[in-house]
């Protein structure tokens, strides 16, 4: 069982950037397919980027294009969410996701990850 820790998360003024960062403990990353989803006030946890497990294909829902950029490091079993050009509607708690998996398949549906992490709270003022 892998257990996820999200950190990075803070306030930062629009157009700012930010970098979550989770780190993986118990079991390698690199059998993992990973995602980022994100959960504002009222609202419910959306995609919004995922990678997976064996060849790095990345799928990125449309609102963060050209913007956010994850990555892996299974050598530091870590991924990562580089977020750039934010804005205020960006405002969300952020969450990992992990599923074991042997293939190149992105996984975009919540319910398929069997792993999560606690949450970062990422904050964008206008």
């Known amino acids: 069982q892998v257990q996820l820790v999200e950190s990075g998360g803070g306030l930062v003024q629009a157009g700012g950037s930010l970098r979550l960062s989770c780190a993986a403990s118990g079991r390698p990353l690199s059998n993992y397919a990973i995602g980022w989803f994100r959960q504002a006030p009222g609202k419910e946890r959306e995609f919004v980027v995922g990678?997976?497990?064996?060849?790095?294909?990345?799928y990125y829902a449309d609102f963060v294009k050209g913007r956010f950029t994850i990555s892996r490091d299974n050598a530091r079993n870590t991924a990562y969410l580089q977020m750039n050009s934010l804005k205020p509607e960006d405002t969300a708690v952020y969450y990992c996701?992990?599923?074991?998996?042997?293939?190149?398949?992105?996984?975009?549906?919540?319910?398929?990850?069997?792993?999560w992490g606690q949450g970062t709270q990422v904050t964008v003022s206008s």
């Open positions: 990678i997976s497990q064996s060849d790095g294909r990345t």
């Open positions: 996701a992990a599923k074991r998996t042997y293939s190149r398949v992105v996984i975009s549906t919540a319910d398929d990850y069997d792993y």
